[in-house]
Each structure stands twice: as structure tokens, then as C-alpha cells.
């Protein structure tokens, strides 16, 4: 799988938009992007993944670059409750997820 | 919304004894997965099963580690003979597909205390 890289830890004030990056410069052409993330010791959770087109669920948008080098992972309205870490994970479908140390967001009052 | 239930929620165990986790996936799901997490550290792949066979393996998955589906429902791991170092949440997690769009649901964890 190709390898991620996400900054160690973000803030974002309560209600207004998180925007999380993530660079996969070496993605290969069948390698989806997915967003987990995890709240305190709980299970991952899933978020969204896409593989050329951005993409929308009721939880987030994941704008993926035309050149799939990088992509950015949008929670529109944070809450509290949103405060985790945050994965970006490269993957080919059908094979195990490979965790990095993910983005650690904080969101604040 | 179905979910994916991990049975027990925490296990004390002593070393050298067996431990089993068990996992019940999301009714339709065929393609299932566990993973640990050491206090700390980063989620950690260890073996994915399908079809009663295991597809995919990591080098964490030696020989005192298995997998069994006993049944239509339960998905289980055996720790046979249990060392301080397996202390960790472990995460089932399970997929409807082994391809195409097979995104992993993932359940609460079990965590695994070795004294």
C-alpha cells in the first residue's frame, strides 16, 4: 500500500469546518483512499473513501487532487464529539487496512 | 444500523493461559478481520479470513494465534498460550466483499490484560 503522511495534530473551533490533509504521493492507480477514526480506544470508525472523484456522505467530504497525490478529508460543521484521530489509509480493495499514526484533531468550545 | 459485537469487552488473563475472543459480524458479511492495538501505539493488522481459509496474514499471526469461524455467526481468535506482550485492544472488523467496495466496519474491541 502506499504510504500516507498527516500532520501529527489539528485544532478546530467548534462548528466551524476541519479540513484534514493527507499526502499519498506514490498511490498507485488501483489504491482507493479511505478516512477512519478513532475516539479514545473505541473502534475505528468508518468515514468515507473514494478513488478520483470527491466524494460526500452524511458525515464528511473527501476532495481528492486530480493527480490523487493528495487528498483532504472536510467535516463541515465540527462538534465536540468529532475530537479523535483521524486515518488516512491507501489501500487496494480486499486487503487489510494499514494504520499510520493518523492526524489528531481537537475540537474546541 | 447492524454493528459488529466483540464478546468479552475486557479479558484478564494470566500468562501461559488460552484466551478466546469472539466477534459477530454484520449478517451478510463473508470477509472478516482482527487487529490489535497496544496501549499507545498504532492499530495493527494481524490476519483476514474468507470462505473458512485465511486469505492474508501479518508476521504478528504466528503459531500461537488462530482463527475459526466454530459456527453460522461467531468469528473467534485463539490466543493458545498468552505472553505480557499480547496485552492490547483487539478490533474485529468485517466486510460484505473481499472486493470492490468492501469497506471494514469495525466493532468495539475486546481488551486483553496479561498478568
Known amino acids: 500500500d502506499a504510504k500516507t503522511t498527516q500532520p501529527t495534530s489539528m485544532d478546530c473551533a467548534e462548528g466551524r469546518a476541519a479540513n484534514l490533509p493527507c499526502n499519498h504521493s506514490t498511490i498507485s492507480g488501483n489504491e482507493y483512499v479511505y478516512w477512519y477514526r478513532q475516539i479514545h480506544s473505541q473502534g475505528p470508525q468508518y468515514i468515507i473513501h473514494g478513488l478520483k472523484n470527491n466524494e460526500t456522505n452524511e458525515m464528511a467530504s473527501l476532495i481528492i487532487t486530480e493527480d490523487r497525490k493528495s487528498s483532504t478529508l472536510i467535516l463541515p460543521h465540527a462538534t465536540l464529539r468529532d475530537t479523535a484521530v483521524y486515518y488516512c489509509i491507501v489501500r487496494v480493495q480486499g486487503y487489510a487496512l494499514n494504520f499510520g499514526k493518523g492526524t489528531s484533531l481537537l475540537v474546541t468550545p | ?115
Open chain 2, 1 to 115: 444500523e447492524p454493528e459488529v459485537t466483540q464478546t468479552p469487552s475486557h479479558q484478564v488473563t494470566q500468562m501461559g493461559q488460552e484466551v478466546i475472543l469472539r466477534c459477530v459480524p454484520i449478517s451478510n458479511h463473508l470477509y472478516f478481520y482482527w487487529y490489535r492495538q497496544i496501549l499507545g501505539q498504532k492499530v495493527e493488522f494481524l490476519v483476514s479470513f474468507y470462505n473458512n481459509e485465511i486469505s492474508e496474514k501479518s508476521e504478528i499471526f504466528d503459531d500461537q494465534f488462530s482463527v475459526e469461524r466454530p459456527d453460522g455467526s461467531n468469528f473467534t481468535l485463539k490466543i493458545r498460550s498468552t505472553k505480557l506482550e499480547d496485552s492490547a485492544m483487539y478490533f474485529c472488523a468485517t466486510t460484505e466483499l473481499g472486493w470492490g467496495t468492501d469497506t471494514q466496519y469495525f466493532g468495539p474491541g475486546t481488551r486483553l490484560t496479561v498478568l
